[in-house]
Nanobody
Framework: VDLVESGGGSVQAGGSLILSCTYA????????MGWFRQAPGKERTGVAT???????TYATSVKGRFAISRDNAKKTLSLQMNALNPDDTATYFC?????????????????RGQGTQVTVSS
């Protein structure tokens, strides 16, 4: 497995979590990377993207609360999640796509990890 997520868990509303994704090869340093999530019975939705040039994009629902970061030297992608609410409950996936697919709508079309569960209780 090339992409491995960690850091999920259960938290109360208003709390914070940090998700991490380690990638196995420096090849991903040239990819667009990001996070998407999927809640039971709902479609996948892009959460945040981080282009190779450092440009980031966030879904409207998480803007101002989540922060994506990337350290290619450590081969790690992170997602700092603050002010969590029950609507953030989902399985979160780390993803790597080409620059052409680097949109919130296409971030799940490339490589992905196994996912990590985030549960936010009210």
């Amino acid at each position: 497995v090339d992409l491995v997520e960690s850091g999920g868990g259960s938290v109360q509303a208003g709390g914070s979590l940090i998700l991490s994704c380690t990638y196995a090869t420096y090849t991903y340093s040239t990819y667009c990377m990001g996070w998407f999530r999927q809640a039971p019975g709902k479609e996948r939705t892009g959460v945040a993207t981080f282009r190779a040039d450092g440009t980031t994009t966030y879904a409207t629902s998480v803007k101002g609360r989540f922060a994506i970061s990337r350290d290619n030297a450590k081969k790690t992608l992170s997602l700092q999640m603050n002010a969590l609410n029950p609507d953030d409950t989902a399985t979160y996936f780390c993803a790597a796509v080409s620059a052409k697919q680097c949109t919130l709508g296409d971030i799940f079309l490339g490589y992905r990890g196994q996912g990590t569960q985030v549960t936010v209780s009210s």
